[in-house]
């Protein structure tokens, strides 16, 4: 019997890589999806194409006695990757309610699901599937304490040399911050009280094929798409905010790294994202995309969004120790792959 992986929003960007990368090493997947997001429909059926062992069921992790039917049935799962969730700051904001029962709520679920399902309690341990949570950086809030400095028109860090460390306190801003933070939270308390094998990720901005960016979501996609389109794209701030940037092929080989090492990585969080070899303003996407393309962007500034970092960068040694794990595909490398991928698929979004 092939070996089974459960992705929650596996038909979202993420989620649809994920499984196309388990689908391919002969594994059994097993998508939970609501459909909600933009493109989720294309991508369940870009799955299907693969005639792979997959199983797609409609739900919604807001839904217990749903997560409690599905993980009863795939209790023997070797691995439960948790992507589901509401991924936009603006729209925790104006909708803080859905925010929390997607990102807060739906989590808990997923864990309270996975140890009934195991029979797991304080006195009692088992073996349960290993849980990866898709947690953020933004845990880390607006981090108005680190100072901040202009260099080259990009701001930096003044002292984080390799980046942000998951030492850094947690400061959880915005509902987007705090449903996330708790479901992050949740993981590790449910492997220390529970012994539920889990790891949470805090990722950094991911980017890469068969991500439907928007403005409010998936910034690099959405700069890439509306640049094909000739689109105008709007800036938040000055432009000079920085990410480190993670392509989803180096993202996918961090989970099967946390999946090989899952007994050493069981109840830690693991800050994971390009680190300080791969960064960009939002200046320095645009202009990329402007000489890679031949052609000018239209631009607009407006006022910088509640809880926008001025800088963000992953400090990744913790991963690289202990996963053993690090890059291999460059911001630029990278951007240069979806933008081709976009300009292959523009019909996916006119």
Known sequence: MSTTAVITGGAGFIGCNAAARFLEKGWRVVII?????????RNLAWLRAKNGDLVFLKEDVRRAAAMDRIFSKYADAALALHLAGQVAVTTSVADPRTDFE???????????????????????????PF?????????????????????????????????????MQLDFHSPYGCSKGTADQYVMDYHRIYGLQGVTLRQSCIYGYRQFGVEDQGWVAWFTIAAHLGKKITIYGDGKQVR???????????YEAAFKKRKAAAGKAYNIGGGPRNT??????LGYLEKSLGKKIPLKFAKTRPGDQPVFISDIRKAQRGLGWRPKVSAKEGVERLSRWVSE????FR
């Open 244 to 254: 480190d940037m993670l392509f989803i092929d180096d993202l996918l080989d961090v």
């Open 33 to 41: 999806d609501n459909c909600a997001r933009k493109g989720a429909r």
């Open 280 to 285: 960009m303003s939002l200046l320095e996407l």
């Open 131 to 167: 849980l990866i949570y898709a947690s953020t950086n933004k845990v880390y809030g607006g981090m108005e304490r680190v100072p901040v400095v202009e260099r080259g028109g990009r701001y930096a860090y003044r002292d984080f040399k390799h980046g942000v460390p998951e030492t």
């Open 102 to 128: 997607t990102n807060a709520l739906g989590a808990f679920n997923v864990l309270e699901a996975i140890r009934k399902a195991c029979g797991l309690s304080p006195s009692r341990r088992g073996t349960s």
């Open 345 to 348: 698929n523009l019909s996916l």
